[in-house]
């Protein structure tokens, strides 16, 4: 059996995308952001993203958030990332929940807003994203926006290097 090339998979997907199916639409944005079976161009994948996320598609929500945010295909839009990445996050999408919360604790495209940004992030630490869990513990181990703890600045730390953080792997070293 020949094996399925990144080209094949592309084009089956494009027929499904003009047809308009969001799961195509985002897959046909990565190819376009990554170059995989088609030439790369961020600013065609940026289109195929607000075409799938216009449907709903989680994932192309997430992916034309961090195009905004990055600038990636088009101006910089820190404000439509906030936005973006609060629509997927308040759907259960983990990386979201991490990077608005990042976006409300430093004031990136919204006012600051330490207690959401608080929010998000304990939420995302708790189901498991390890920059969620190092952003918390370095929080507690500097006494950032919350009251300084080494105890959960360790408990937090250790569960993000569990999860193969390596930031928080060496600040746990620096702590002991």
């Known amino acids: 059996m020949k094996p399925y090339t990144w080209k094949e998979a592309f084009e089956d997907s494009y027929e499904a995308a003009l047809g308009g199916n969001p799961r195509a639409q985002n897959f046909v944005g990565y190819c376009y952001e990554i170059g995989r079976g088609v030439r790369r161009s961020a600013k065609t994948a940026r289109q195929w993203y607000e075409k799938s996320a216009r449907k709903g598609n989680i994932d192309a929500i ?3 958030a961090l195009m905004n945010s990055k600038g990636l295909g088009g101006k910089r839009d820190a404000k439509l990332a906030v936005s ?13 929940q991490t990077n608005v919360a990042v976006m409300l604790l430093d004031g990136d495209g919204t006012k600051v807003d330490v207690q959401a940004g608080l ?47 390596a930031k928080a792997r060496q600040r746990l070293r620096s702590m002991k």
């Open 62 to 64: 997430f992916n034309l």
């Open 84 to 96: 973006l990445y609060k629509k997927a996050a308040m759907r259960g999408d983990l990386q979201s």
């Open 119 to 165: 929010r998000w992030l304990r939420r995302a630490a708790k189901r498991g994203d390890p920059t969620a869990q190092y952003n918390l513990g370095r929080a507690y181990a500097d006494g950032d926006c919350v009251r300084k703890s080494n105890r959960h600045a360790k408990t937090w730390l250790s569960k993000a290097a569990g999860n193969g953080h």
